[in-house]
Antibody
Framework: QVQLVQSGAEVKRPGSSVKVSCKAS????????ISWVRQAPGQGLEWMGG????????GYARKFHGRVTITADESTNIAYMELTSLRSEDTAVYYCARGGFSGGPLDYWGQGTLVAVSS | QSVLTQPPSASGTPGQRVTISCSGGSSNIGSNTVTWYKQVPGTAPKLLIYSSDQRPSGVPDRFSGSKSGTSGSLAISGLQSEDEAKYYC???????????FGGGTKLTVL
């Protein structure tokens, strides 16, 4: 059974950056890839981008282009999502999930990481 | 404003059948399959239906999905109290080169 375990909650200042990790166990994401999805308080789901390591570089939603970087370390089975130039509107729960990129379902999800941006 | 359109709410009584719609366009549902997720407040979403009409193992056959043209649909038969949750549809969008979601439908079991 695949499990995705994410890093803990973060409180950040506006203008700073955050890097959230997602460790996979019980399987790899090399072939399926990893997507990052965020959910602002009381809002819906928003896909930020994803990566399939065997296919190459990550792809990003246009809204986040230039601010988000998704990477994956196949040797440790850990994926990362870094978001820069944080603003209050980035306050959300960030989820990693296996799959998604290029159309596959998001079949396993991490527990979510709350990132709060506040001065 | 979500790319895929879902009704904000739906409801039914125990044992009833409810349907949730998801409307998109030619670049998403019209050319790709529909996925459905269930989210209980405070928890991560869970995969419910993939490839428009396939259920992952462990999902009861009370849940079924379909797709026609640029719309998808989730049906829940034999409604139970534990079905109360928010349901999201999603699809790959060829124009945006990304996953797009519906705004979610809150299902209330009366």
């Amino acid at each position: 059974q695949v499990q995705l375990v994410q890093s803990g909650a973060e409180v950040k200042r506006p203008g700073s950056s955050v890097k959230v990790s997602c460790k996979a166990s019980g399987g790899t994401f090399s072939n399926f890839g990893i997507s990052w999805v965020r959910q602002a308080p009381g809002q819906g789901l928003e896909w930020m981008g994803g990566i399939v390591p065997i296919f190459g570089p990550a792809g990003y939603a246009r809204k986040f282009h230039g601010r988000v970087t998704i990477t994956a370390d196949e040797s440790t089975n850990i994926a990362y999502m870094e978001l820069t130039s944080l603003r209050s509107e980035d306050t959300a729960v960030y989820y990693c999930a296996r799959g998604g990129f290029s159309g596959g379902p998001l079949d396993y999800w991490g527990q979510g990481t709350l990132v709060a941006v506040s001065s | 404003q979500s790319v895929l359109t879902q009704p904000p709410s739906a409801s039914g009584t125990p044992g009833q059948r409810v349907t949730i719609s998801c409307s998109g366009g030619s670049s998403n549902i019209g050319s790709n399959t529909v996925t459905w997720y269930k989210q209980v407040p405070g928890t991560a979403p869970k995969l419910l239906i993939y490839s428009s009409d396939q259920r992952p193992s462990g999902v009861p056959d009370r849940f079924s999905g379909s797709k026609s043209g640029t719309s998808g649909s989730l049906a829940i038969s034999g409604l139970q109290s534990e079905d109360e949750a928010k349901y999201y549809c999603a699809a790959w969008d060829d124009s945006l080169s990304g996953v797009v979601f519906g705004g979610g439908t809150k299902l209330t079991v009366l």
